[in-house]
């Protein structure tokens, strides 16, 4: 771990995604697919809503200082190297997380939701600050890139002055993502290409700037631009939590290192014990492209490759391409580990 955070401060310009000295959201202190010897994770193993209006919450850990007021918990970021987030002290299994927020404004100010495990399975919503009107959705399995299908993105109205409701409800089957009450995407497991999430996920917020002048130029670009601090502080604020844990128990821990759900073990309780609320989608909206730009992107791996429905793309390095499905091909005379520095 390179930082306290080290939040993979990756970002990719037009979805491939570049390592960066700042910090962003990905990171695994022991994964227990690799290691052995890697700690049960607690479990929330209940149901919980927290108001941040209402001041901070003992239920997560502060790293950069969040704030609070009338508004909920701020998340500021008004010079280099600033990227405020609070980690839950629990980890779900299968779930449902709903966040009511306001995504930061400024160019290259990057605000995020996130469910990540141990394992590098995860979850994301990600908002970009020059993208007032857009969200985007993204899914990991083992934090593998083989693949480079997994973001989508969503128009919102106003997502940086007008509180919305972000939800992902997470079972063995399917992933849900929902926008005040309106479903938006539907991940069945079984077209995961073998990266569906599914073991135990810890919470995430917090905002970073992707475009600091420290960062590679692929995640300034990314970021949309460079950030101009003057014109800043910027702020996400998130108004309230809600999560239900699908599972019960005091912890959960891994019983072998397939990373499959069906290993996961709970001390005191049982997998999918609390699940009874879940709800399957049967059919899933279109995933379409904004109309408002056209640059794909995602904002915590270095290597995926978003597949929306643009038909061009702006800001491409040089020899890079779309293909006719509207993947972002890089040059396939460069190998990746040339491309991407780490």
Known sequence: ?????????????????YTSPSTAQTYSTCNPTS???????????TSLTIKFTDGASDQFTAQGNPTYDSAGAGFTVAGSGEAP????KWY?????????LKAAPGTGIVSSVVLQSDDLDEIDWEWLGGKGDQVQSNYFGKGQTTTYDRAAVHTVENTQGEFHTYDIEWTENQIVWSIDGDV?????????????????????????????????QGTIDWAG????????PFTMYVSSVSVVDYSTGKSYSYGD?????????????????NSGGSVTVASAPAITSTSSGNEAW??????????????????????WTVSGSGKVVPPSAAPVSKILPV
């Open 85 to 88: 987030t609070l980690t839950s």
């Open 184 to 216: 938006k995407r539907v991940l069945n497991a079984g077209e995961a290409n073998g990266q569906f999430p599914q073991t135990p996920m810890q919470l995430k917020l917090g905002s970073w700037a992707g475009g600091d002048p420290a960062n590679s």
């Open 1 to 17: 771990m390179r930082s306290p955070m080290r939040l993979a401060a990756l970002a990719t310009i037009a979805g491939l995604l």
């Open 92 to 100: 779900i299994m299968f779930g449902k997380l709903s966040v009511t």
């Open 298 to 319: 995602d904002g915590t791996h270095r290597t995926n490759t978003a597949t929306v429905s643009y038909t061009s793309l702006y800001g491409l390095p040089s020899g």
């Open 35 to 45: 290691q052995s010897g890697c700690p049960a994770d607690p479990a929330l193993g």
């Open 257 to 273: 290192q397939s990373g499959s759900w069906e290993s996961i073990e709970s001390d005191g309780g049982k997998v999918n014990g």
């Open 225 to 232: 631009g460079a950030v101009n601090y003057a014109a800043g």
